[in-house]
């Protein structure tokens, strides 16, 4: 079993790359730090590469990056992956910051790229935009969330943080409540795209510029239940779901099993567990324009 420790980046797919390249560095604030071969790289402000785009006939997340411990070599990522019967490739300088990675596929097509060591490709600087801190994490909609913890868990080391019912599960690879979710849908795709905000005061000031800019929210202002943290959801032009966050609970020491105090905790302390209907601490109800992502 391989063992992931962060998110690193996700690349998508669009059928208009500058449209794209705009929305993510005039609205969202990251920097287009490099433009080569079809490809846009675009780093946080703190110069940690979080997206990557390609051409593509439709709208899609093609890729996740994740990274393991920099001391594991990449013939112990390949012979981990290969030990669970999986096809995998070695890809050498295969994304600007990233040496080498080992790349293979998860049961619904979207390819992972596996690596340990990782450089920044920009500086600290500052952007138009809201600016987050990095990628937080990734939902997909899939026929049977409970197949996708199982490969998750399996092959690459992930914990369970939380349940909806049956429905939504949360999965973990570091301290942060959750990386990867998978939500129960119709349709197989991306549910939406996360990123982390310094703080409650940030996300505010990032719904006035939205607003300034005539992007609605489709939900939130609000605080979730599983993860507790502070969100609101908005489309980017191509109809992605795009979350801003703050507060995401954090589980620093695994032996003790639980996530970090908090004063909106109603659990003490407040482990994982599968919750049932009551699923945000305070805010309105998501909008149909959220719903339908499922749908």
């Known amino acids: ?27 969202a604030g990251l920097v287009l730090a490099e433009r080569v071969n079809g490809r846009a790289y675009l780093a946080t402000k703190l110069g940690d590469l979080a997206v ?75 952007v138009p935009g809201i600016g987050p801190l990095k990628l937080g994490h990734l939902a ?19 914990r369970m943080s939380d349940w909806i019912q049956d429905w939504f599960a949360f999965l973990r690879c570091g301290p942060d409540h959750h990386t990867l979710n998978f939500v129960r849908g ?4 991306m549910h939406h795209i996360a990123f982390e905000l310094k703080d409650w005061a940030q996300i505010q000031t990032a719904c006035d510029f939205l607003g300034g800019k005539n992007i609605p929210l489709i939900w939130g202002p609000g605080r979730h239940g599983p993860g507790h943290n502070i969100y609101t959801y908005h489309r980017n032009p191509d109809d992605q779901i795009i979350e801003l966050f703050a507060e995401l609970d954090k589980m620093l020491d695994e032996s003790l099993g ?13 482990k994982p567990k599968v919750w049932e209907r009551t699923r945000d601490i305070w805010g309105m109800p998501p909008t149909p324009e959220y719903i339908r992502q499922r749908e």
């Not at 992931?4 to 690349?11: F, L, P």
């Not at 997909?140 to 992930?158: A, I, M, N």
């Not at 119709?186 to 795709?189: G, S």
């Open 1 to 27: 079993m391989i063992q992931v420790k962060r998110i690193s980046h996700a690349t998508f797919e669009t059928p208009d790359m500058d449209r794209q390249i705009e929305y993510f560095t005039e609205i």
């Open 186 to 189: 119709k349709r197989t795709q």
């Open 52 to 126: 990557q785009l390609e051409k593509g006939t439709e709208a899609r997340c093609a890729r996740i990056a994740l990274q393991v411990a920099p001391e594991t070599s990449i013939d112990d990522i390949r012979r981990g992956i290969e030990a669970e019967n999986l096809r995998c490739e070695v890809r050498n300088d295969p994304t600007p910051g990233v040496a080498k990675m080992v790349t293979f596929e998860d049961p619904k097509g979207t390819v992972l790229e596996v690596f340990a060591g990782q450089t920044p490709i920009g500086k600290n600087q500052a």
């Open 140 to 158: 997909f909609c899939v026929p049977e969330p409970k197949d996708f913890v199982e490969f998750y868990t399996r092959v690459l080391g992930f």
């Open 258 to 270: 639980h996530f970090d105090p908090r004063p909106w905790h109603r659990d003490r302390p407040q």
